[in-house]
């Protein structure tokens, strides 16, 4: 999409007067100029122009309250004298993946009095002996370069939400609360597994003491048989012993007789 065209659709029916914010990120620069843009954006404090294939910045408007620009991945090798002239209180300004090679090109930010915050990763420069030293030395108003300062602290998140920090943060609470529900669940499946382990102890000791009261019975039925058959045997041997008595008394008599 065109530079013009998208400004079109950034304004939403708005004036430019009333812009304080303009995203125009991955739209087309005319000839890698800035068109469209001018100075009736009096109000606008950030402005982003990422990746438009922007050459150069020498078509900026005069934008006295810009605070915050992004020129990231462009072509920009120069030129930045504009920038003191046209943004006199930028504090934040990132040039990120541009063609940036020598220290000296970036000498006209030192008439940005209220710059505090520089970003060249990705820069030819950046791989020059002692370069962030030098850059520290040759803008002293700066705090931080590249995200740090001269003493390797890493500068504070003005916007955790925008950089994403708050959403990590949400995911690793996420994560915890989870891994915390998981053992939450390992811990009832286990005293589940438990409960279950002394079900089946009570059953069998259960069944150990059915299977005693069975062989019990089983042996007191075998011994009243056994008792039973015992009597039986007596009576069957009284009777013949009985039998053998009535016997042998016919015969006694008989010999009497004879005496």
Sequence with gaps: MEMKKRLTLELRNKKPGEVKELVLDNCRSDDGKIVGLSSDFENLEFLSMININLLSVSNLPKLSKL?????????????????????????????????????????????????????????????????????????????????????????????????????????????????????DLDEEVIDDEEDEDDDLEGEEEEDGVDDEVRLSEEDEEEDGEDDEEDEADDGEKRKRNIEDEGEEDPEDEEDDEDD
């Excluded at 072509?75 to 934040?92: F, K």
């Excluded at 541009?98 to 060249?120: C, F």
């Excluded at 998140?157 to 994403?164: L, Q, V």
């Design 67 to 183: 605070r915050k620009l992004e020129l990231s991945d462009n072509r920009i090798s120069g030129g930045l004298e504009v920038l003191a002239e046209r943004t006199p209180n930028l504090t934040h300004l990132n040039l990120s993946g541009n063609k940036i090679k020598d220290i000296n090109t970036l000498e006209p930010l030192k008439k940005l009095p209220n710059l505090h915050s520089l970003d060249l990763f990705n820069c030819e420069v950046t791989m020059l002996i002692n370069y962030r030293e030098s850059v520290f030395t040759l803008l002293p108003q700066l705090t931080y370069l590249d995200g740090f300062d001269a003493d390797d602290q890493e500068a504070p998140d003005s916007d955790p939400e925008a950089d994403g920090d708050g959403l990590e943060d949400e995911y690793e609470n996420g994560e915890e609360d989870d891994d915390e529900e998981e053992d």
